[in-house]
């Protein structure tokens, strides 16, 4: 079982930065592509950002293009998600999940283990 805690998220003025960080304690961290998901109320949850576990390329929701990158420690089991130039329309909890192996990492589905979610407000 792998086990992912997110943390970082809060309350934000519109414009402002978040660094949200998940962690996992599983030493075979760098094997596993890694995403983030936001779910805002009333909504589906939808894809944010992606970082494959292999050379590390990365994909962005076009929603956050320019505004958010996705990055990992292998050394410290953490990925990252760095959040500029906040809107209110990004208020979501954030979920990070994993798997080896993925396909299109766009799709929830094709993610099998996940955290429990941080919430990230951005105030107008």
């Known amino acids: 079982q792998v086990q992912l805690v997110e943390s970082g998220g809060g309350l934000v003025q519109a414009g402002g930065s978040l660094r949200l960080s998940c962690a996992t304690s599983?030493?075979?961290?760098?094997?596993?592509?890694m995403g983030w998901f936001r779910q805002a109320p009333g909504k589906e949850r939808e894809f944010v950002a992606a970082?494959?576990?292999?050379?590390?390329?990365?994909h962005l929701a076009d929603s956050v293009k320019g505004r958010f990158t996705i990055s990992r420690d292998n050394a410290k089991n953490t990925v990252y998600l760095q959040m500029n130039s906040l809107k209110p329309e990004d208020t979501a909890v954030y979920y990070c999940?994993?798997?080896?192996?993925?396909?299109?990492?766009?799709?929830?589905?094709?993610?099998?283990?996940w955290g429990q979610g941080t919430q990230v407000t951005v105030s107008s």
């Open positions: 970082i494959r576990s292999i050379g590390s390329s990365t």
């Open positions: 999940a994993s798997n080896t192996g993925i396909v299109d990492v766009t799709t929830e589905s094709a993610y099998v283990y």
């Open positions: 599983r030493r075979t961290f760098s094997r596993y592509d």
